[in-house]
């Protein structure tokens, strides 16, 4: 939010947040010269007040944090700043509706009650000198809901309202829903209205489905990859902001002042969107592309699955030689990590820059997709060293009850052990990892070691049973073991190009893109 209205020829220097709580959008600016806030909580806007003090990138500027009701009591009633960046409650009936009926703010239409945050997206403009910039952080239903069309309308027709951007749940809290960012800029004499309004979606990444390793799109904010929604925002906007401050070319078509890309962002003329509903949602207006990437991309993906199923029958194990159940003497996890056959790990501590293999990653066999935070959580003594993954090592989820044990390989070496794991590193010279991997797995061993007291299965991998078997012996269980795991390797990638390809026909068909044969 912080780098929206800090890109451009005229980056913001004095900047309000009117709904500041603890001051995190404003610390986030890197070269202001006036900061202003208002909390209604006084704690909040003490401790706003503090932080800003001590905040070495602000240190410099003239900073003023005011508490009290900013709807209905506007601590800095003349004030015109540069930008405005809001994080404002959701969803509030009591925030004076009655009392501001006749208020100057409401210059685009007076909010319904229902309407609480098109309050502050005028409070945000009010306060604005002419060509200035407010981000909003918005709830989705905002620019959708009928009982606020007829502003939306206004604020696009006069050219306010510049982009809406959908980042994906967790981003933000409520943490559940993909909240929306709202970029708005104060029209005036100098600003020439514009009759586009940039749309981006950030809130369903597209998923590399021909990798073998792709990482889920979903799985909630400790997953966000930051960077990629950053560069997709800030690749969209930046054009986008240059094209209206210095003018579009001769001709140029409605549509096409920045560079589309298909399913991420999009800039529409108003006059599309100015119907019945005037619905702002960026998922209405920017359908995704076709699942397989286009024709070219389908015939790719084609050829992959081929290989990928030729090599599926290849892998499919042959018929077992069955037998009676085998009665052999067993040893527990436990046992073998105090004689020390192996070493037991805890995942979820550490701090650092490095990539985190998390739950997600072990269950989908994908690769490491956390973080680590950057700074430890707590001051007192050294930060603690995350535990690091090795090839070899059998790594375990320690929550809900399946069967999923993960060998590493040297792709995945150098990551951290992530929450809720639990990491297995066996002495090559007692034991082999696939061996131990492979037992890890029976659906038996799982339940007698798993405990059944809470609304949640725990695995105790203490409790984990293996067979004694000399060393050789666990090598040509390994050696079958691994085999295996090859196998639903090529089965998981198989549904993935698989899906990815029949999508893509739909599409394709249903677009026009392809014909039917």
């Known amino acids: 939010m912080a780098a929206l209205v800090e890109t451009g020829s005229r980056p913001a220097r004095t900047v309000l947040d009117p709904a500041t709580g603890t001051g995190a959008l404003l610390r986030a600016l890197s070269r202001p010269t006036a900061l202003y806030a208002q909390d209604a909580d006084p704690d909040l806007a003490a401790l706003t007040a ?28 003349q004030l015109a700043v540069d930008a405005v960046l809001c994080h404002p409650p959701f969803n509030e009936r009591n925030w004076g509706h009655d009392e501001l009926a006749y208020d100057p703010r409401w210059e685009y239409g ?56 959908a980042l994906p749940a967790g981003a933000a809290p409520p943490y559940g829903i993909p909240l929306h960012l709202w970029v708005l800029r ?26 073998t390793a792709a990482t889920p799109a979903s799985g909630g904010r400790d997953r966000l990859d930051w960077q990629a929604v950053r560069s997709a925002v800030l690749d969209a906007w930046e054009p986008f902001d240059r094209a209206e401050r210095t003018g579009p070319e001769p001709d140029a078509p409605l549509g096409r002042t920045g560079q589309d890309r298909p399913g991420v962002s999009r800039v529409v ?16 207006h920017l359908p995704p592309p076709t699942a397989g990437g286009g024709p070219a991309e389908l015939t790719r993906v084609r050829d992959r699955l081929t290989e990928t199923l030729r090599l599926t029958a290849t892998l499919t194990p042959p018929l077992a030689d069955l037998s009676d159940p085998a009665h052999w003497p067993l040893t527990t996890v436990g046992e073998l990590a105090r004689a020390g056959a192996l070493q037991l790990r805890t995942g979820g501590s550490g701090t650092g820059p490095g990539p985190v293999l998390t739950e997600y990653d072990v269950l989908g066999s ?83 070691a798993s405990s059944y007291a809470s609304t949640a299965t725990r695995l105790d991998a203490r409790r984990l049973q293996l067979p004694r078997l000399p060393l050789a ?40 893109t392809v014909t039917p044969k």
């Not at 009928?146 to 006069?158: E, K, Q, V």
């Not at 003329?269 to 998922?283: F, Q, S, T």
């Not at 012996?473 to 050696?479: K, T, V």
Request: proline share 9%.
């Open 186 to 211: 104060k029209p005036g004499a100098g600003v020439r209205p514009s009759p586009e309004l940039l749309l981006v979606d950030t809130a369903e990444p597209a998923e590399p489905a021909t990798a």
């Open 50 to 77: 503090l932080r800003l003090a001590l905040n070495s990138t602000v240190e410099s500027c003239t900073v003023a944090v005011r508490a009290g009701d900013t709807l209905r009591a506007d601590a800095f009633p």
């Open 366 to 448: 994908t690769v490491p997709s956390g973080t680590l935070p950057a700074t430890p959580a707590s001051t007192d003594g050294p930060p603690e060293e995350p535990v690091l993954v090795e090839p070899g090592d059998v790594v375990v989820p320690v929550l809900g009850g399946g069967t999923v044990a993960r060998v590493i390989d040297e792709a995945t070496a150098g990551a951290a052990l992530g929450r809720n794991l639990q990491l297995l590193r066996p002495d090559p010279a007692a034991l082999d990892p696939w061996f131990l991997a492979g037992f890890l797995r029976g659906t038996a061993n799982n339940r007698q």
């Open 269 to 284: 003329p108003v006059i599309e969107l100015l119907d019945d509903d005037v619905d702002l949602a960026p998922a209405r």
């Open 473 to 512: 012996e666990q090598q040509r269980y390994g050696a079958q073991f691994r085999a295996l795991a090859a196998f639903e390797d090529a089965l998981r990638l198989t549904g993935r190009l698989g899906g990815q390809l029949v999508q893509g026909m739909y599409d394709g068909l249903t677009d026009g």
């Open 110 to 165: 007076f909010p319904a009650r229902t309407e609480s945050e098109l309050a502050w997206v005028q409070h945000a403009l009010a306060h604005l000198r002419e060509g200035g910039t407010a981000v909003l952080l918005m709830p989705p239903a905002a620019a959708s809901r009928r009982s606020g069309r007829r502003i939306r309308a206004d604020l696009l027709r006069r050219g306010a309202l510049r982009a809406v951007v």
